[in-house]
């Protein structure tokens, strides 16, 4: 008995939990250790007390009464607060159960100090609105297509989620050191209004969002208030009540938008992980920015593709050089904001120069036509030379011409000439005026070129279609090919007949023709191409209508296109191999209101084809169409006919094939698939039920479904099943049923009644679907977190006790106090890290970069990373390279990983004087070809029995537990995952006391 009480004692005073003794009276009969440091009193202090007097003072009421409840009950375990001899008040864990102490009714109690928990819950529900936070302005982000939208919503859901008492969002310019504010939220969005804030050297650029754009790096400002670098902003921000300041800058690859800031009430607000945080939403405002700027830069080029394409329209639909002006300079004045328009033709025979038409401002003027003296044009030797002539400012100039003084009268400062050439020929100029004194800009300058180099186009074919249309060599040639196409009915030969008579329509390199299928256009017909070398490019090019812009034009307005230089055009889509192709023209093939396709022309030579050849193209498939159309009309008529007899075939096939297919599925089903009739009797079972339930067909035919339902509590459930299906509805439930060997089986059971078209019932169809081993699955998941749960308690217990002695313990014991904090804490990260790790593994979060690997260099590196570390613990660490070796195909990181860990397990269970032997070899296995790495030891071994678990999560041996090694029992698993994601796999042997082997198998490259 005084051996029995001696242990009790020992395990009372030992414990870390606070015990203590009380009777009925609610008088402290005992306390240990721990309960003197948790409530500070001495052990004569507490055993004078009762323990009402120990409670916190709002938790007294009641007390007592709660007691003798307790007292009565014989225990429980309750949550309350107490207030310690120091004042302080701590929310404890109290479990209470009751006891005979010397005879006497008592209750034993157990105290823990819990208020830990609620800071931590707190914490999590922060980071949790953060992280939410973050998450739904970065679904804003990939939506955004406004800016200031975007920023303004971002600084709102910042404030409410981090609950900042200020955020705002401040841009900055090229040039430009003050950063202009462009969103802000909060309770004092008016201090944005009161302060400048620069980012240059300046006093006002040493702030928090001077500092973090000058440098890229975040910059807090943990007291705003008193720090000296805030001196500028120092009574706004105290009015404001901004204690705590920090910015992160927005940036995106070598470029800073601005800055992102947040303000808190008071100081030291904001630790790293919070940093990190807003650091990296920063990041992603910062793709945002960079990712509009990308859009409005694509909706500028997309405005000026559409007005060069109206350009294009009106070019080709003017019948004069001014309708031509007319129609292009209200466009370019617009695409290049100039206030005056001009266009000028050169007639050198005359020495004059004649003004077709005049925009100013939008109104054009063809009435008041002017010819103008060649000497006037001050920039004529420039445009000769075929260069643009600009003036940046006329009231600047020393000497004007007539010209440049009736300009400048009319207020027009900045003038800009373009030549207009064609076939090497100066045509005119393309004349633009500003009232600003202001340059024309580069892409301006394009955009001139562009349009003017059109206009010199269509002006140059203008008189071309004249010239041709005074010829009658056109309608000859256009009658006897279309003579030659409609001289025959197959689709085909019409087609080689097309490419074969359109070479005297328009000389050309090449032709082709092209029909269009729903949105695609296809080539079906070419000649010519065989000299270039790209019959399979062509013969296997498709193109879509709504993306090819030539293809759509011609499909839009009915009209043929030429292209003189396909570089030129903004919209040519040139295939691979085709860069030879500089000159193209094209006619659709019309019939009605359809466009049938195109006929195509090309040519090697820029300039070969202008409006004349395309008209001329026009023509002739405007008698190509009719050809096509009747052609295809005689081809539809032959298939059809062919196509009625084979249909009577197939179906007379189809029906016998039906009945055939049906009875093909059933047998092929891997569910259990079988067939009753109104009462529930089985016609017909596939051979899954076979397969499933262990019965026959000739078994199962003829019985019910209670033929694998025979235990007495599934009648209640089989009744009801009956029933809903009686009443039309499919049933699905999952049931236990019973093979014809004995074994149960979990199954997923469907029925559904068949009804005929009278809609009553004349039978049930039934799936019958194993899922045992999804219940396995669940009992797995189940084990997992009970695992995972164990592994968190014993780190976190101590982590605990360690917190708790840091505070109450002796003060010369804190270094030891930290250390094991430290070595706890570091406990629980790996755990935490490998467990994720492991998971991102099974998921495929963690990428595999698969490319040629030296796993001989591999080994050698890790081999010198861990001499001198092998050396210290008295290892040997020896290399048995295989020389050559074939590289493996994997990612050279994760194999990296697999090596590290085998290696530091070997050192960590081999004494010293050991040794760890590193190979590579070629090893060939059952007709397969596989790369090894190897790490053998001569340590502990691992015993017979604990092989089959080395893989399994959390599993650490009887070696690790007897030598105290450090480790989470998840290297392996991580291991093994990582060679499955290579296809490979790990084996091991060892024997007891004499050695271990690891062996990575791994596909060579």
Known sequence: ????????????????????????????????????????????????????DLLAPEMRPGAEERLRALLAQGGGI?????????????????????????GEPALL?????????????????????????????????????????????????????GRYRLVWIGLITEGDPVVRPVAVAGEVPEYIEEIEVRWDLSPLGEGPVGIAIRTGRPSLFSDFIQDPRAAPWREAARRHNLASALSVPICRRDRTWGALTVYADHPHAFDDEEVALLHELAGDLGLALDHLEAVEAQHQYIARLET??????????????????????????????????????????AGEAEVMTVDVNGVTNLDAQLRIPLEEIHALKTLQARQVYQVTDLAAQESLSATERRLLAEGIRSILVFPLTARGRLLGSLNLGRKRPQPFTPRQLDIIREVGDHLAVALENLQLYEDERKARLLA??????????????????????????????????????????????????????????????????????????????????RQPMAIPDTTRYPGWVCLPGMEWLRSYAAAPICLGDRVLGFLNVDSATPGSFTDVHARRLQAFANQVAIALENAR????????????????????????????????????????????????????????????????????????????????????????????????????????????????????????????????????????????????????????ISNVSHELRTPLTNLKLYLRLLEQGKPDRRADYLETLHREADRLHRLIEDLLYLSRLELEGEEVHLRPVDLNQLVRVLVEDRAMLAAQKGLVLRLELQEPLPLVLGDE??????????????????????????????????????????????????????????????????????????????GLAICQEIADRHGGRITVQSRPGKGSTFTVWLRPA
Request: overall charge negative; some cysteine.
């Open 633 to 784: 009309l005689y081809q539809e008529l032959r298939q059809y006919s062919t196509h009625l007899e084979e249909m009577v075939q197939e179906r007379t096939q189809a029906l016998r094939d039906q009945q055939a297919r049906v009875q093909a599925i059933l047998d092929a089903a891997g569910e259990s698939i079988f067939f009753t009739d109104r009462e529930g009797t089985i016609l017909y079972a596939n051979p899954a039920t076979t397969r499933l339930t262990g019965y026959a067909p000739e078994e199962i035919v003829g019985q019910t479904l209670q033929l694998w339902q025979d235990d007495q509590g599934a009648q209640t459930g089989y009744r009801a099943m009956w029933e809903t299906l009686r009443r039309g509805h499919l049933w699905r439930g999952e049931t236990v049923n019973r093979r014809k060997d004995g074994t149960y089986y979990d199954a997923l059971l469907t029925l559904a009644p068949i009804q005929d078209d009278r809609g009553e019932i004349t039978g049930f169809v039934g799936v019958q679907q194993e899922i045992t081993h999804l219940k396995e699955l669940d009992r797995l998941r189940t084990q997992l």
């Open 476 to 557: 000859e040639a256009l009658h006897e090919a279309t003579a030659a196409v409609s001289s025959t009915l197959d689709f085909e030969e019409v087609l080689d007949r097309i490419l074969e008579q359109v070479s005297r329509v328009v000389p050309n390199d090449v032709a082709n023709v092209m029909l269009v299928e729903g949105d695609w256009v296809r080539v079906v017909r070419w000649r010519g191409y065989e000299r270039f070398g790209v019959e399979e490019i062509v013969t296997s090019a498709t193109f879509s209508l709504a993306r090819t812009a030539n293809m759509r034009w011609m499909l839009e307005t």
């Open 109 to 161: 109690g157990a105290a823990r100090d819990v208020g830990w928990r609620r800071e931590t819950e707190e914490r999590l529900a922060w980071l949790n609105r953060m992280l939410r936070t973050i998450s739904t302005i970065n679904q804003l982000i990939v939506r955004a297509e406004n800016l200031q939208q975007l920023l303004t919503e971002a600084c709102h859901r910042l404030v409410e989620a």
């Open 893 to 970: 990181r994760l194999l990296g990983q697999v090596m590290t860990n085998l290696l530091t397990n070997a050192m960590r269970y081999t004494p010293s004087g050991g040794e760890i032997v590193l190979g590579t070899a070629m090893v060939e296995q059952e007709g397969e070809r596989w790369v090894t790495a190897s790490v053998t030891d001569t340590g502990l071994g691992i015993p017979s029995e604990e092989l089959p678990h080395l893989f399994e999560r959390f599993f650490r041996g009887e070696a690790a537990r007897r030598t105290g090694a450090p480790g989470t029992g998840l």
């Open 308 to 349: 060069m394409h109206r350009i294009d329209r009106a070019i080709l639909a003017a019948r004069s050089p001014r309708e031509i002006a007319q129609a292009v300079l209200t466009h370019i004045r617009r695409l290049v904001s100039c206030n005056r328009a001009s266009l000028l033709l050169f007639d050198f025979s």
């Open 1 to 52: 008995m005084n051996d029995h009480e001696t242990t009790y004692q020992q395990v009372f005073e030992r414990s870390r939990d606070a015990l203590f003794i009380v009777d009925e009276e609610g008088r402290y009969r005992e306390v240990n250790a721990a309960a003197l440091s948790l409530t500070g009193y001495s052990r004569e202090e507490l055993l004078a007390m009762r323990i009402v």
């Open 78 to 102: 309750q949550e309350t607060k107490i207030r310690t001899k120091r004042g302080e008040v701590l929310t404890i864990e109290l479990s209470v159960s009751r006891i005979t102490y010397r």
